[in-house]
């Protein structure tokens, strides 16, 4: 069975940080890309992060650019998500998805694209 699982997530105060890890079973992450996404209650799920099969190619939204570093360590299967300086408007369910292709460009955000979803982990930031 293929599965995508997250983990790493908490409550931290403004200023702090957190690592978030996505780890896969039943298939190999070395192939993918990887996406992270983030929902907040009541509104979309949007892109966060991505990174190429191989690592050498990466895109970040604007409202993390600067504070947020995704990385893979294709040996572990497991890809990361360093956050630092987290706001309370990072505050969402964050997951991390697998897809087949790799864009430099807006599809690189867009849910379609990717086809493999874990079940998420929630992000608090709060004082």
């Known amino acids: 069975q293929l599965q995508l699982v997250e983990s790493g997530g908490g409550l931290v105060q403004p200023g702090g940080s957190l690592r978030l890890s996505c780890a896969a079973s039943?298939?190999?992450?070395?192939?993918?890309?990887i996406g992270w996404f983030r929902q907040a209650p009541g509104k979309e799920r949007e892109g966060v992060s991505c990174?190429?099969?191989?690592?050498?190619?990466?895109n970040y939204a604007d409202s993390v650019k600067g504070r947020f570093t995704i990385s893979r360590d294709n040996a572990k299967n497991t890809v990361y998500l360093q956050m630092n300086g987290l706001k309370s408007e990072d505050t969402a369910v964050y997951y991390c998805?697998?897809?087949?292709?790799?864009?430099?460009?807006?599809?690189?955000?867009?849910?379609?694209?990717?086809?493999?979803w874990g079940q998420g982990t929630q992000v608090t930031v709060s004082s």
């Open positions: 990174i190429s099969s191989s690592g050498g190619s990466t």
């Open positions: 039943g298939f190999t992450l070395n192939y993918y890309t």
């Open positions: 998805a697998a897809g087949l292709a790799y864009f430099s460009d807006w599809r690189w955000g867009s849910l379609g694209k990717y086809n493999y």
